[in-house]
């Protein structure tokens, strides 16, 4: 008996934080509340722990002062919320937070390397076809812009406008010939 | 008059309304402060972390989830704030901390005189020659009022080596007292 009794308290000792919280499964809060009605040294040891921990409570009971309250708290509500892009990509102080950010950064890069090559991949509605442009059926519109060319060629070039004026000049001599 | 709970003001704070995040916040006010006052070691120090803990748990408000205990979440708060500018600081220089208390003397108040007596004076100094990890688990148990299995979450330690800390903080103030007391 003595042996079992001594064990309990052990096991008493190492739960008692536990006890104090209600962390414990009832039966054995039951068990325990049962054995301390007749163990003083557990009684003994519960007691001194509430009573350290209470009169910690108050020990520790320190005070920020209402001026330095009152004035942290608007500083508290005047600060802005960071925007949705400065939260997303903002610097962490925490490290883990930080790697975090990292990975939202990479995301970030590659959905717009994808968004550029969709991009490039999708026909435009109004774009001309490459077939289109590569394989020469642009001949309705080159047709008359090389016949354009060519006479503006023409032109600069003089030949037509020799030719021309050659054959009003030979005209022109055989009229003076006739005439003779 | 209508009484303004601490339920409701929780809400409040939820839905972005500022009118009521002073007051709820003067609840939790001095436990708060405590706590920092006693993690970090240094009032000027425990300030800074008391504001970042404001403007985080403001921040933080929208995406609180009501169904947690608002002290506990508060608290976390607070600790991770004040252990991730610990860290930045020179922790070593911050665990062998053991100023002695900031508590005044000579006042006509009857609260101060009490927080001011000889076995509160003693705890104080106590807590404070205490290893960080027993000390941030002592504190979060006395100040934030958390259960082991809250502050195991909050320091994301395993329990039984929370309540392996508290165990030994509680054995050495017990030490330290007896000690205080028979000299």
Known sequence: ?180 | MINITEDNLIQKCSKGDADAFAPLMKIYRQRLFSYLFKLCGNRITAEDQFQETLIKVWRAFPKYDERNKFSSWLFSIAHNSAMDALRKKNLHEFLEYNEESEFETGTDDPHMELINSEAHKIISRAVDQLPIKQREVFLLRVNGEMTFKEIAEATKEPLNTVISHMHYSVKKLRKILRQEYAE
Not at chain 1, 77 to 85: D, E, F, H, I, S
């Open chain 1, 1 to 180: 008996m003595p042996n079992e009794n001594r064990m309990t308290c052990e096991k008493f000792n190492r739960d008692l934080f536990l006890y104090i919280d209600t962390g414990l499964p009832v039966e054995q809060i039951e068990f325990y509340s049962e054995h301390l009605k007749y163990c003083s040294g557990c009684r003994k040891l519960l007691e001194e722990t509430e009573e350290l921990l209470a009169l910690s409570s108050t020990a520790l009971g320190e005070d920020i002062g209402d001026a330095k309250f009152e004035f942290m708290v608007s500083k508290t509500l005047a600060k802005k919320q960071p925007g949705l892009v400065k939260k997303f990509f903002l610097p962490e102080k925490n490290k883990k937070e930080n790697s975090f950010r990292l990975g939202k950064i990479a995301l970030s890069s590659v959905l717009v390397i994808i968004a550029v090559v969709v991009s490039l991949l999708i026909v435009k509605p109004y774009a001309v076809p490459a077939e289109i442009t590569n394989s020469g059926m642009m001949d309705w519109n080159g047709e008359e812009f090389n016949l354009k060319i060519s006479e503006l060629s023409d032109e600069l070039n003089g030949d037509e406008w020799n030719e021309e004026e050659a054959e009003l000049l030979f005209i022109n001599e055989r009229i003076n010939q006739l005439l003779k």
